[in-house]
């Protein structure tokens, strides 16, 4: 497998999260339409990626429940498209290679089927902690914990 | 004798919410001041004396007098009907305590009571209106308690006694009726004023019964000449000429009265026209200061929504990076790794090296080996630049040379060694991140700027509101005072040109023609008159006869004079008092140096004029010039009375029409003519100070012919049905 | 009351045309004997002040003039 190739495997990857986090998934990301009284983020990956750090950050790992109650979205590779958003994520993952189990050295030696193995592994790592993450908001948002303004999300990153 | 009034409450009487009690003006003999803004409870001052002295309201949307009883529901407190349960009464009324001289004090107090019918506040059917019965107490000073007052005749004249009904119309002064109530423009009004001032009402009517006697005397006289015989033809001829010219006088007279009718009313019409063209002026230019502003205030507000939206895509912007925030460790352990990913991996290919080719002794290239470019160098150049010595053509150093060439470029060539080759995949990762890791350090900051730019955005949002609203409350200012329609300039100019023509018409008219014949006509008429007397001389009646035509004729001839010089003398005197009046107004302004001049006009009319220095008249438009003058007279009115006035004074003063050099004087010249003034501003209130008045304000705080001073406050973006007017006493 | 009246009465008697006509001086207003014009004058303003209506005063004029 080539670089590309390798990146294009992660990137046709299509992360997964609860269903039980839907509610709010609604609640903070309009998906460029509805409003709701809280401020948010547009794409459902745009909250996905906040949630991820909210989790890695405060070290909630959360695996998902079995696949019937999780539901995928949009690509890796889609997520904001022209930037390197991605590729910035993908840094701070791999830097995390060692939490996750592999090493980078090993890759270069590895089969396709144990590269596959990986990159789940890689999945499974990001799911984790942004259903962590969610999980962390959803309970501050039913407490009713969340100062709601146009810097809700900044705020809860210095927490 | 003086009525001074002692204080003035409401309950539930529009913003003024709850009882009696807690809306009290405690007020004092000399100057008392009450700082509103606007809808913070001027006009409702008026608005219960009227209640009080004529059962009426004056209705803010149709800017008309209406009867208390059909006033209703809107006159009540939002608040307090809010809060009135279905089938719940409330009761909203005035109440208003004046002390008489020296002995008794009175209260009055006007009210009903409003029954709720049904959950809609604000439709009058949804209520029960029932007026309570006027109450009046009195109470001997000494003694303070108030004792009820029966009989109805007496509740009136208490209430007159306040002020005198004559006087009302100089008592009350709220903003622009000042104009309407002192017109001069019309005889009647300063008819009426010298009434009040002088015993012209008796000479007139001793001259009327002397032109009423004169024509008796004549007849008599004339009877006397029938009886007797006398076959005087001239004397019948002078007598016949005499009655056509009489009759022609009375044509011209009407004629007269006709074209001062028509010149009255143009006059009237050019006054109005005159306030609502400088209005329709103020108003555009108030329209059009307020257009662009609103147009800033929309794109102000559409740039703060975009500007809100737009901040969590701050997160994942590269030109921001906000997510980035706090992953410093990450990406050094993400570059540590990578150095040891190169590391072992250079490391792991050389090891391969070894196993395929173990007769190689070329192992791991030393550190600080020369490049590719560096060794072709030295190939061509025989020579080693690494230890510095020849390296000939086929001697061991070139070939050494050769083949750590080879090894360079199939190192670079790349020989697959890997499975799967990720050095680029690291590399790339490394490279393409950059926008967002190297933002690490100023991602704080790109927050707080960021809050700052909100406020920031708000500050002017806020700052263009106020602006608008200040505008806005001016232009409406203008509407009420000027009881404007939507009627254009061109429009108003139209009527305006028409009305100075017909003007000019009558003028020519009556003064060319009409005039200039009455006054032949009363010459012919004395003339005819001399004729008959003369020919009466030569009569043969008795002498009483002529000489009771006589003496009347010539009685009545004076008393007219009389008349007339009472009138001017009044006249005069008002001038005088007016003067004075007029310098202490403007004695801070620019305008001082000019007298006001009182001009009678042919229709019996008054015009005071102003005339600068030099003796020309100055006429301005600008409306606190007007009001400057008007002031001027009605406290003329008051000061030319003999007697000295003896009720209140309760005006609206527009200070900012003038400036603050008026302001000054103003006070001052109030406090001379009146005992007892409630002077009504807004141009003291300052929203930002903490006792809510500006410098000015706090200036006659410390005057000390200013007795009391009340600030009201409105809350601040309350709700309508919150909105409640509290005082607070500054002294 | 008897002041207005007075001042009335003075006013116009004292107009310049009537006074110089008629050579009246303070004594006039005053004196035991008064001029036919002061009576007339006098009469009109104080019946008039009595509530008197022209029709009512006028009889009393000429009998001053004795018509």
């Known amino acids: 497998m080539t670089a590309q190739e390798f990146k294009i495997t992660i990137l046709l990857k299509r992360p997964r999260y609860a269903k039980s986090k839907i509610p709010v998934i609604e609640a903070f990301a309009n998906k460029g339409q509805s409003k709701s009284e809280y401020s948010q983020f547009g794409p459902i990956y745009e909250l996905y990626i906040y949630a991820f750090r909210l989790g890695l950050k405060k070290g909630l790992k959360l695996p998902l429940p079995p696949r019937n109650s999780t539901q995928d979205f949009i690509e890796i590779g889609k997520w904001k498209r022209d930037s390197s958003l991605v590729d910035f994520l993908l840094m701070i993952i791999f830097s995390k290679s060692e939490e996750i189990g592999f090493n980078w050295n090993d890759l270069e030696d590895m089969e396709e089927k144990e590269l596959n193995v990986v990159v789940s592994n890689i999945v499974e790592f990001i799911e984790s902690y942004a259903n962590g993450g969610l999980q962390y908001l959803q309970e501050e948002w039913e407490n009713d914990n969340l100062i709601n303004s146009s810097y809700l999300f900044a705020d809860l990153m210095n927490g | ?731 | 009351m008897l002041n207005k009246r007075a001042k009335i009465i003075k006013d116009i008697l004292f107009e310049p045309e009537i006074q110089e006509k008629y050579k009246l001086t303070e004594e006039d207003l005053t004196g035991m004997y008064r001029k036919k014009i002061v009576d007339v004058l006098e009469t009109i303003v104080n019946e008039n002040d009595n509530g008197r209506t022209g029709r009512q005063i006028y009889p009393v004029i000429k009998n001053i003039h004795k018509i």
């Open chain 2, 1 to 731: 004798m003086a009525s001074i009034i002692n204080s003035i409450s409401f309950k539930n009487f529009f913003n003024y919410y709850g009882d009696f009690e807690d809306n009290t003006y405690n007020l004092e003999e000399g100057i008392n001041i009450i700082i509103a803004d606007n809808g913070a409870g001027k006009s409702k001052f008026f608005n219960a004396f009227l209640w009080l002295f004529y059962d009426q309201i004056l209705d803010s949307d149709t800017k008309q007098k209406i009867n208390i009883k059909n006033a209703g529901v809107k006159i009540i407190s939002d608040k307090a009907k809010n809060e009135t349960a279905v089938g719940d009464y409330i009761t909203c009324g005035v109440c208003v305590e004046y002390t008489s001289g020296t002995r008794y004090k009175y209260q009055i107090i006007k009210s009903f009571t409003a029954t709720r019918l049904d959950e809609n506040i604000t439709d009058e059917s949804s209520w029960q209106f029932v007026m309570n019965e006027l109450e009046v107490n009195r109470t001997e000073l000494v003694l303070h308690k108030y004792k009820p007052v029966y009989d109805e005749n007496e509740k009136k004249q208490i209430i007159d006694k306040l002020i005198m009904p004559a006087f009302r119309q100089y008592s009350f002064l709220q903003g622009e009726e000042v104009d309407d109530i002192i017109d001069f423009s019309k005889k009647e009004s300063i008819e009426r004023a010298v009434e009040n001032l002088t015993d012209i009402k008796k000479y007139e009517q001793v001259h009327k019964l002397l032109e009423e006697f004169k024509e008796k005397a004549f007849r008599d006289v004339q009877k006397q000449l029938k009886t007797n015989n006398a076959q005087n033809e001239r004397f019948d001829n002078a007598v016949k000429e005499k009655e056509k010219i009489e009759q022609q006088l009375a044509q011209e007279k009407l004629k007269l009265e006709q074209y001062n009718e028509t010149l009255v009313n143009a006059e009237a019409e050019k006054n109005k026209l005159d306030k609502r063209y400088a209005n329709a002026e103020k108003r555009k230019e108030l329209d059009d200061q307020l257009k662009p502003l609103r147009k800033k205030l929309r794109d102000k507000k559409d740039e703060f929504e975009t500007f809100l939206d737009r901040i969590n895509n701050r997160f994942f912007d590269g030109n921001f990076a906000w997510i980035a925030l706090g992953f410093e460790n990450e990406v050094n352990k993400f570059n540590e790794l990578n150095d040891d990913f190169l590391d072992e991996r250079y490391r792991r290919k050389t090891l391969k090296e070894v196993e395929k080719n173990p007769n190689d002794f070329f192992t791991v290239m030393p550190i600080g080996s020369p490049d590719a470019a560096s060794i072709d160098k030295m190939i061509k150049q025989e020579h080693c630049y690494v230890c510095n010595r020849e390296a000939k053509r086929g001697t061991p150093a070139h070939n050494y040379l050769i083949k750590m060439n080879e090894r360079q470029k199939s190192e670079e060539v790349g020989e697959p060694f890997v499975k799967n080759d990720l050095k680029n995949f690291f590399g790339d990762l490394q490279i393409n991140a950059q926008p967002f890791y190297t933002k690490s350090d100023s991602i704080k900051d790109s927050i707080i700027k960021t809050k700052e730019k909100e406020v920031e955005l708000q500050d002017s949002i806020e700052r263009l509101k106020k602006r608008i609203k200040s505008l806005e409350d001016d232009r409406n200012t203008i509407m009420i005072a000027g009881h404007d329609a939507e009627q254009s300039a061109r429009d108003i100019i139209n009527d305006y040109n028409g009305a100075v023509r017909r003007i000019s018409d009558a003028e020519n008219k009556i003064n060319d023609i009409i005039v200039p014949k009455i006054n032949k006509l009363k010459r012919d008429l004395k003339t005819i008159n001399e004729e008959v007397k003369s020919l009466n001389k030569s009569n043969n009646i008795p002498d009483g006869y002529n000489d009771n035509y006589e003496v009347l004729s010539d009685l009545e001839e004076a008393a007219g004079k009389a008349k007339d010089k009472v009138f001017d003398g009044m006249i005069n005197l008002l001038e005088e008092h007016a003067n004075i009046h007029f310098k202490n107004l403007i004695k801070n302004n620019d305008l001082s140096g000019g007298i006001l001049k009182f001009e009678k006009n042919l229709n019996g009319s008054i015009n005071f004029n102003y005339l600068d220095s030099k003796g020309n008249s100055v006429y301005g438009s600008s409306e606190g010039f007007q009001r400057m003058k008007k002031f001027s007279v009605v406290m003329a009115i008051i000061s030319a009375n003999n007697a000295e006035y003896n009720y209140p004074l309760l005006a609206d003063a527009p200070i900012s029409a003038f400036g603050e050099g008026f302001t000054e004087g103003f006070f001052e010249a109030i406090g001379d003519v009146f005992p007892q003034s409630i002077v009504l501003v807004k141009e003291l209130y300052k929203r930002e100070d903490e006792m809510k008045i500006n410098e000015l304000g706090k200036r006659l705080l410390k005057d000390a012919r200013v007795k009391t001073m009340y600030v009201n406050h409105v809350p601040e973006n309350a709700e309508q049905i919150e909105l409640i007017t509290t005082q607070t006493k500054l002294k």
